[in-house]
Structure formats: structure tokens, C-alpha cells
């Protein structure tokens, strides 16, 4: 019986894990509580779901935030949270000032 209820909880803390991390609690739920030792390893592994080495590195930029319209992919100002254009110099919302990389092989 105490072999029972320590599995759930150790699958219950797995799941909770996943969930913060963006993954199915469900599965992970049940991963957790077939196979007690494994899956705590494997989620505590895995990023966060949905995360790039580029949205890593440039926060706020994500494919959601490209414009659709052929204009400059839009980033969350690290001041005040708007988006701005990821070439912009100056936030047009709060004049928060960005310095600008040159992305053009030119």
C-alpha cells in the first residue's frame, strides 16, 4: 500500500514537472507511474516545449510574432513589453534605445 501511494506521488510531482515544462501531464502522469525511475531524468532533460535556440537568444521573438504581411518580424520590447519591429532602433512606445546588428551580407 505505501509502495502504491509513494508512486503516485513521485508520478504526480513527474506530471507537474511536464506541465510547467508545456507536455501532456497525462502521459507523463502514467510514464511516471509504470516506470518509477526514468521519467523524472527524461522530463527534467527536455526544454520547455515550444523553445528554440533562437527565441532563447532573442526573447519575445517567436514564429507568432513574425508578420505576415513580408514586413520585418516583430519583438516584445524588454522595456515596456510592446512589439516592435526587430530592426528598430528606438521603441516607439516608451523611446527605449536598441543598438542594431546588421543581418545583411551586404
Known amino acids: 500500500m ?63 510574432t513574425e508578420s505576415t504581411s513580408g514586413d520585418d518580424p516583430l519583438v516584445q520590447c524588454i522595456a515596456c513589453g510592446k512589439m516592435i519591429p526587430i530592426n528598430a532602433s528606438v521603441c516607439k512606445y516608451c523611446g527605449k534605445k536598441y543598438d542594431i546588428i546588421d543581418t545583411d551580407n551586404k
Open 2 to 64: 505505501i509502495k502504491i501511494i509513494l508512486l503516485i506521488i513521485f508520478a504526480l510531482s513527474v506530471a507537474m514537472i511536464a506541465k510547467s515544462k508545456g507536455y501532456n501531464m497525462f502521459f507523463w502522469f502514467f510514464f511516471g507511474f509504470l516506470f518509477p525511475p526514468i521519467p523524472i531524468i527524461i522530463i527534467l532533460l527536455l526544454p520547455r516545449k515550444g523553445s528554440t535556440y533562437f527565441s532563447m537568444k532573442y526573447p519575445g521573438f517567436n514564429k507568432e
